[in-house]
């Protein structure tokens, strides 16, 4: 292990994969709220691309339910927001929810900007979330937050260009959207694990090393081809490669969620460089 971690680092078991759902289906559905908020115009598509991403997000929150021991004390999250990101993220949900409905029931431009934003303020949530535990070096470096964020626009992205193709063929604008987060995406996972990469070791840095390859080639390349490829087709031979790039992005980015936070979250340790003497000065 890397010679500054205290004794006996360990990967943390607290965080199993009901934790990651959280930052896997919340952060889709986040994603996919934004993305109909940027991108997809009033009509069937829309609507069920806000109803879809509503479900993930709730579907997240669940997952942390399931994690919980005394599940009726669920509601302790709400408490000090003030210095919590994870009570932040619980704050903005009941809104995220509100203006999403309220966009459905009543669309105009003050509605999607107001669900639009909600969206995004619960993807930067999770991204802070990891960010704030300072003992885990995978998720203390700043350069995981733009990743966290940009993966959930790409995964609502890609569902929603999926959606939009299901109701009719989806605007340049929907698939414009997903190829620059994909890009996006790529270039926030490329600074981070380069960043972090000399700091792990061991198993953690290998399971970290293994996401890179398949994010990159398979979940950003492949992607970006398949819809390249869809733009140019009529509807009839375009959704089998949007089903096919949307299944590869999301399907990438859930597992370097997962990754992150089961496999490649090293707790440090501690350490003690100074002890104190009883007495002394």
């Known amino acids: 292990m890397s010679s500054h971690f205290g004794p006996n ?4 078991q607290h965080w199993d994969w009901r934790a990651s759902g959280n930052f896997v289906f919340g ?10 908020a940027l991108a997809l115009p009033l009509g069937p598509a829309r609507g069920v691309s806000m109803a879809l991403g509503l479900l993930l997000v709730a579907l997240g929150l669940f997952s942390v339910l399931m994690k919980i021991g005394k599940p009726l004390r669920a509601l302790h999250v709400f408490y000090n927001p ?63 937050i733009p990743f966290i ?22 605007s ?36 970290l090393q293994a ?26 031979y375009a959704w089998p490669l949007v089903a096919a790039a949307a299944a590869a992005a999301v399907g990438t980015g859930w597992r370097a969620k997962h990754v992150l936070v089961t496999r490649a979250a090293l707790n440090q340790g501690f350490s003690l460089p100074k002890v104190p003497v009883r007495g002394a000065r």
């Open 172 to 207: 340049r604008l929907v698939y414009g959207l997903v190829a620059a987060a994909l890009l996006a995406r790529a270039g926030a996972w490329f600074s981070y694990s380069v960043k972090i990469a000399p700091v792990l070791a061991g198993r953690a840095r290998d399971a």
């Open 27 to 36: 952060g889709a559905g986040s994603g996919l709220l934004l993305a109909a």
């Open 211 to 236: 996401v890179t390859p398949v994010l990159l080639w398979f979940g950003t390349f492949g992607a970006l081809a398949l819809i390249a490829a869809a733009s140019a087709l009529p509807r009839a």
């Open 149 to 170: 964020v940009a993966t959930a626009l790409t995964e609502g992205a890609s569902v929603a260009a999926l959606v939009a193709l299901a109701y009719g063929t989806p």
């Open 82 to 144: 003030r210095t919590s990101w994870m009570a932040r993220e619980a704050w903005v949900a009941p809104p995220l929810f509100a203006t999403a409905v309220y966009a459905f029931l009543r669309p105009s431009t003050q509605a999607e900007i107001l669900f639009g934003a909600a969206a995004l303020a619960y993807a930067w949530c999770q991204a802070r979330i990891l960010h704030a535990a300072k003992g885990i070096p995978a998720w203390r470096e700043p350069r995981l």
């Open 9 to 12: 680092p360990w990967i943390q």
